[in-house]
């Protein structure tokens, strides 16, 4: 870090932003809103801004700051876990985060956030559409449960709305995907895949732009789908998955699930990974992994599914 160079980190959550800036500037804890992103452009001029995911919260600000031409990256929550522990710091707190953001920026390498509408509009769409159809899902729990006629009605009113609504998504969405190019020809790509669905591929192309520049092993870390061990001494833990994007975690999930149905090579690696006596989820999880493994190189090669590909 030179002298000359500050570093903001940024703590983001739903109703705030706390700021720290390096070195030895000021700290600032702001609601979030509009009027606040204004405001971090002003003070973020001339400095690269570190933020850690938060749930879609931070996207209005990253949106604020790249159109100020400000240099923004992307903080892996998982390794800013590590580091915070190769640091010797145990306490969480939005100040405390904010200033160990600011500090894992000005340290470690991590990537540019880059300035793409179309992408931002894709990922709001597929959003949308998951938020709808954990709403549908609930409701259809709680109808079955139901045994009013009257409630009943409603609520098979409030599911036929939603599931025209996610029509409605899904529609927009492939016409998005089809207008650009490059995004077009990623998710036929993904969609050769036996198990990989317009959902599942046009929400990775959404959610995970890194996909296809990556090395596999950053990828499924990133991710979240990549063992860690437990291990101290001569006593070996058990590995874990952990951290990660949670809602490409699920796409996954489901585009494995549909795959150990329906593709015959990750059925086998499925089937021969339970035979060997590993448990279901763990089974389910590495089979997980090599289907982000298979995509990601698909991706980077130009390359559509065959079951060499594997």
Wanted: charged content about 25%; hydrophobic content about 45%; glycine content about 8%.
């Amino acid at each position: 870090m030179t002298q000359t160079q500050r570093f903001v980190g940024i703590d983001v959550s739903k109703d705030g932003l706390d700021f720290e800036t390096l070195p030895g500037g000021p700290r600032h804890h702001w609601d979030n809103t509009e009027a606040s992103w204004r405001k971090a452009r002003t003070l973020c001029r001339g400095a690269v801004v570190g933020i850690e995911p938060s749930g879609g919260y931070e996207r209005g600000l990253i949106r604020t700051l790249l159109g100020a031409g400000i240099e923004v990256r992307r903080v892996n929550p998982y390794q800013l876990r590590h580091y915070a522990e190769a640091l010797g710091i145990k306490a969480k707190t939005d100040r405390l985060d904010a200033g160990l953001i600011a500090r894992f920026t000005a340290a470690m390498p991590t990537r540019p956030v880059l300035h793409d509408k179309t992408r931002e509009r894709l990922a709001a769409l597929v959003e949308a559409r998951r938020a709808l159809a954990e709403d549908g899902a609930r409701l259809k729990n709680q109808a079955a449960h139901m045994e009013e006629p009257d409630l009943k009605r409603l609520w098979a009113r409030r599911l036929t709305r939603i599931e025209a609504d996610i029509r409605l998504l899904d529609a927009r969405i492939a016409a998005d995907v089809a207008k650009d190019a490059a995004l077009d020809r990623r998710a036929a790509l993904l969609s050769s895949v036996p198990g990989i669905g317009p959902v599942v591929a046009h929400g990775l192309l959404a959610l995970l732009p890194e996909l296809g520049q990556l090395p596999r092993r950053a990828l499924a870390a990133l991710v979240g789908v990549a063992p860690f061990a437990h291990d101290s001494g001569e006593k070996s833990g058990r590995r874990e998955i952990w951290g990660g994007r949670q809602a490409v975690r699920r796409l996954l999930f489901l585009a494995a699930m549909s795959a150990v149905q329906h593709n015959p090579v990750l059925k086998a690696f499925h089937t021969r990974l339970k035979d060997q006596g590993k448990l279901p989820k763990v089974a389910l999880v590495a089979t997980m992994r090599k289907l982000l493994t298979i995509l990601n190189a698909m991706l980077a090669n130009d390359q559509a599914w065959t079951p060499k590909t594997a």
